[in-house]
């Protein structure tokens, strides 16, 4: 492949993840070098990994003393554990680091690739929702690149490619509506979980279903647009498109909207991540526009509070961003267990930002700690319920 950059191996994180599993895939497309690998807590994939790409270090996140001392007699050196050591994998040099962490474990891999001066390819929401100006930090002293793996940032991105930023009016995500999408209000309050995870059109992990399905998905990538094009919330909108044909759109101070549009493929947004500035054919269906129409809808938000809580969080800035992830992640987690409503999400996810005041973040350790004291106060609202 012709890479002016010269980056031709990727990092893996959260390798076992939907996002994880494409990337190795696109990697193997491309035949790109592996350097390397990290996985949380699955022990047989990461050696089944370990016996595929037979040059790449292995990082294993958790696991038992029995687990690692079994990894480590078939691995020996090339084996590392530990947060640090996922951590580690994302410095490896000269490398387009692809974070598909799920989870704030996530954030410090991202700033250590981007203080190593890789490239992120990032699909880690935490590191943007929730670090966003640390993230911003790393990004700027490792003078490295941060190209974004989500479908609709990945559109924004496209469409943004050769224009300057004073051209910007506004940026348009684009929402699938998830699966409760023209339901009303009452309708969905004790929806289940087999019908919170049924979404329409994405293939993705639990957590990232449901909130697709409170819409509080589409209010994390409003803050991660926020940060990564530096656009104001007021110049960012979100537009119900049920295909998701079209992943996202630009509109220009001249009244010219550019668009990205593909059929729902995350290996297209990752292989562009890696490839930027150029683009290499994928083995992907073709888009065929006379097979349906398109169409478009405001968001109802009095069904879907959270993307309002989203805007709100984000327009606080500072830490509230960080409360509001970590909230959500402990609601979602509840409702995924049957301990809680799925009416209950937004109110969790409200009265922690109520009670959590918004501070400044710094370091990585700021962010994990608003983090941290988010959870145990959402938590804590779970448990009396
Ligand atoms: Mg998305």
């Not at 639990?206 to 589409?218: E, F, G, H, Q």
């Not at 630009?250 to 990752?270: F, H, N, T």
């Not at 054919?281 to 993307?307: H, I, R, Y």
């Not at 301990?339 to 009265?351: G, K, L, M, W, Y």
Request: charged share 20%; hydrophobic share 45%; glycine share 8%.
């Amino acid at each position: 492949m012709d890479r002016t950059s010269g980056l031709n191996s990727v990092v893996v994180l959260g390798a076992t993840g939907s996002i994880g599993l494409q990337a190795l895939e696109v990697a193997s497309h491309l035949d790109l070098f592996i350097a390397g690998i990290a996985v949380n807590e699955s022990v047989e994939k990461l050696a089944e990994f370990g016996r595929i790409y037979g040059d790449a270090a292995l990082a294993l996140a958790s696991g038992s003393t029995v687990e690692r001392r079994e990894l480590a007699a078939e691995f020996g050196d090339r084996i590392t554990f530990g947060q640090e050591a996922v951590t580690a994998l994302a410095t490896l040099s000269d490398s387009t680091v692809i974070n598909g962490i799920v989870g704030s474990a996530g954030l410090s891999s991202s700033v250590a690739a981007l203080e190593a001066g890789n490239r992120l390819a990032l699909a880690n929401k935490e590191s943007l929702v929730a670090g966003g100006p640390v993230v911003e930090a790393a990004r700027i002293s490792g003078n490295a690149e941060l190209i974004p793996v989500d479908s609709e940032h990945s559109a924004l991105w496209q469409s943004l490619v050769g224009e300057s930023h004073s051209s910007i009016r506004r940026l348009i995500l684009t929402a699938s509506g998830g699966p409760f999408r023209g339901r009303a209000k009452q309708e969905i309050e004790c929806a289940t979980v087999e019908e919170a995870l049924a979404h329409p059109t994405w293939d993705m992990g639990p957590r990232v279903t449901i909130d697709s399905a409170t819409l509080m998905n589409k209010a994390f990538e409003v803050i991660e647009a926020h940060y990564l094009f530096d656009v104001s919330y007021d110049a960012i909108d979100v537009v119900v498109h049920p295909q998701s044909i079209i992943h996202s759109l630009v509109e220009y101070v001249d009244g010219s909207v550019k668009a990205q549009l593909g059929e729902p493929d995350m290996r297209v947004p990752i292989q562009y991540a890696i490839t930027y500035p150029d683009r290499v054919d994928a083995p992907v269906e073709p888009l065929d526009l006379t097979s349906g129409s398109l169409t478009f809808e405001k968001p109802d938000l009095q069904v879907f509070p959270c993307l309002q809580l989203g805007y709100a969080a984000g327009r606080s800035g500072d830490s509230a961003p960080a409360v509001l992830n970590a909230s959500d992640e402990v609601a979602v987690e509840a409702f995924l267990q049957g301990r809680v409503e799925f009416a209950d999400i937004p109110r969790i996810v409200e009265s922690t930002l109520e009670a959590i005041p918004s501070i400044s973040l710094s370091s990585v350790d700021d962010v994990l700690a608003v983090d941290a004291e988010a959870r145990r106060f959402a938590s804590s609202l779970v448990d009396s319920r």
